[in-house]
């Protein structure tokens, strides 16, 4: 059986390369995205066509045992799962108090924080009986810092970090590697950055801070730290990494922006 890496949330930025990268590798990639089945069928035959194996599958987080189901699926017909990217996002843009709904607070919390719960439940005694795992998880400046208008998102990726301390704290001396990624930057990913700024806009952000100037996150580059971080030996984990481009000033030294 081949090693399997499991990516909830596999677009065709982060989670999508990170995918590519465990392929390259010998892993079978398991790619999960909430919808664009033609991107995501692009995706495995892309990794297929450079001598990888991958498998996708639309997956819709939110609904009632949707994880559950398609890690007990992995399991059973594809393979042990032994790495798995939890890349779901929970942005809803910014948004005052007073615009803020009830229903969209709380679907940040289940996208950011109760999915990973729900996906550490499923996964991590499996890693356990087995003896060895690890739980990659994607975040964000908003779990370190709350800027106004945030107050969903930077609620939703607090608890994400919490959980990921809590769950090293219960399962790193069982062989349980569960590693906080912080993306403190812009990340250069045409279909998550992309949508939220626009084509237009998008485009200017890159002549201005992508291209030669190296001012924007590659996921290309990304994907090395997290296959890096998956096959650290356990006397030197990272059990939380920040990411940003060269350019750009660390989450704690400069005035929160409004962006």
Avoid at 96 to 118: C, N
């Amino acid at each position: 059986m081949k090693k399997v890496c499991l990516v909830i949330g596999a677009g065709a930025g982060i989670g999508g390369t990170v995918g590519k990268r465990f392929a390259r590798d010998g892993y079978h990639a398991v790619l999960c995205r909430r919808s664009d089945e033609t991107g995501l069928n692009r995706l495995v035959a892309e990794i297929e066509e450079a001598g990888g194996s991958a498998s996708g599958k639309l997956l819709n987080a939110i609904e009632d045992d949707a994880i559950e189901n398609l890690i007990a699926d992995t399991e059973a017909n594809v393979g042990p799962i032994e790495v798995v990217l939890f890349n779901l996002g929970a942005q809803i843009g910014n948004r005052p108090l007073s615009d803020t709904s009830y229903k969209m607070f709380e679907t940040g919390w289940r996208l950011a924080t109760l999915a990973l719960f729900r996906v550490a439940k499923s996964v991590v005694p499996l890693m356990e009986a087995r003896g060895s795992g690890t739980l990659l998880v994607t975040s964000a400046t908003a779990a370190v810092r709350g800027n106004g208008g945030q107050h969903s998102h930077a609620a939703a990726m607090g608890g994400r970090r919490m959980l990921c301390q809590t769950l090293n704290a219960e399962y790193a001396s069982r062989g349980i590697h569960i590693a906080h990624v912080l993306i403190d930057g812009a990340v250069d990913a045409p279909d998550t950055l992309g949508k939220m700024l626009g084509p237009e806009n998008f485009a200017k952000l890159r002549e201005a801070k992508g291209q030669d100037h190296d001012g924007l996150l590659l996921p290309e580059h990304m994907a090395e730290t997290y296959f890096h971080l998956a096959h650290q030996h356990r006397s030197a984990w990272t059990f939380e990494a920040d990411l940003r481009a060269h350019s750009d000033l660390a989450w704690w030294n400069h005035a929160p922006k409004l962006v």
